[in-house]
Nanobody, 127 residues
Framework: QLQLVESGGGSVQAGDSLRLSCAASGGTLSSYDMGWFRQAPGKEREFVGAIMWSTHSTYYVDSVKGRFTIFRDNAKNTVYLQMNSLKPDDTAVYYC????????????????????WGQGTQVTVSS
């Protein structure tokens, strides 16, 4: 069974950058479309973006577009979330998730489409 482990979270200042990693074991990420989600305190988990396994095409929600980049290294069985120009509103626990197949676009944010989830990594951005 595929297992996902996020890392790279931490506490930073507004305007800083962080790179989150999502490493897989028990399977190969090249077989999955991947998504990133986040959950802020007291809020529901929300979609951040996704990347397709075959084309590496990406989709982002408006709140992170232009600041966040998702990319994958199939050889390392890892997906990354590069976060630049971080804002206090980006404070959340960040999760990666794997889906057998996604439709790129807003529908990629449907959480029931994801079969495997990581445990999350905390990102805290202070002003």
């Amino acid at each position: 069974q595929l297992q996902l482990v996020e890392s790279g979270g931490g506490s930073v200042q507004a305007g800083d950058s962080l790179r989150l990693s999502c490493a897989a074991s028990g399977g190969t990420l090249s077989s999955y479309d991947m998504g990133w989600f986040r959950q802020a305190p007291g809020k529901e988990r929300e979609f951040v973006g996704a990347i397709m396994w075959s084309t590496h095409s990406t989709y982002y929600v408006d709140s992170v577009k232009g600041r966040f980049t998702i990319f994958r290294d199939n050889a390392k069985n890892t997906v990354y979330l590069q976060m630049n120009s971080l804002k206090p509103d980006d404070t959340a626990v960040y999760y990666c998730a794997a889906a057998y197949r996604l439709t790129l676009g807003p529908a990629a944010g449907t959480q029931k489409n994801y079969a495997y989830w990581g445990q999350g990594t905390q990102v805290t951005v202070s002003s």
